[in-house]
């Protein structure tokens, strides 16, 4: 069975979850709520960066898919940040949405 790329570049999923203060217990369907919950509320202040975050998101992933290496999944998702990132009216607060966006995003159960 193929690894999809989220599943393959979570690393310590508790970690993520401390840095984005959602490291209280719950059950995963309560878990996953919250963070769909936070995900929503980030990107609807941030809505150039939400939209950069679904676009790299998924290049990342389709790059995963063709070439099954995760180091180039996740190299292809900070680049295409970057450069993304550089369309938007601030280049710092895109990274730091895109940043949190991905922690949530892998954290996610």
Do not use: H, K
């Amino acid at each position: 069975m193929r690894t999809t790329f989220l599943n393959r570049a979570t690393g310590t999923v508790a970690a993520a979850l401390m840095l984005v203060g959602l490291s209280q217990p719950a059950s995963a369907q309560s878990l996953r709520a919250q963070i769909d919950a936070e995900m929503r509320y980030i990107s609807s202040g941030n809505p150039g960066s939400a939209l950069v975050f679904a676009g790299c998101a998924a290049t990342a992933a389709n790059e995963y898919n063709i070439t099954g290496s995760t180091q180039r999944g996740v190299n292809v998702l900070v680049g295409c940040a970057a450069i993304g990132c550089g369309l938007t009216d601030s280049y710092s607060n895109c990274l730091s949405v895109n940043t949190r966006l991905f922690l949530l995003m892998l954290s996610r159960p």
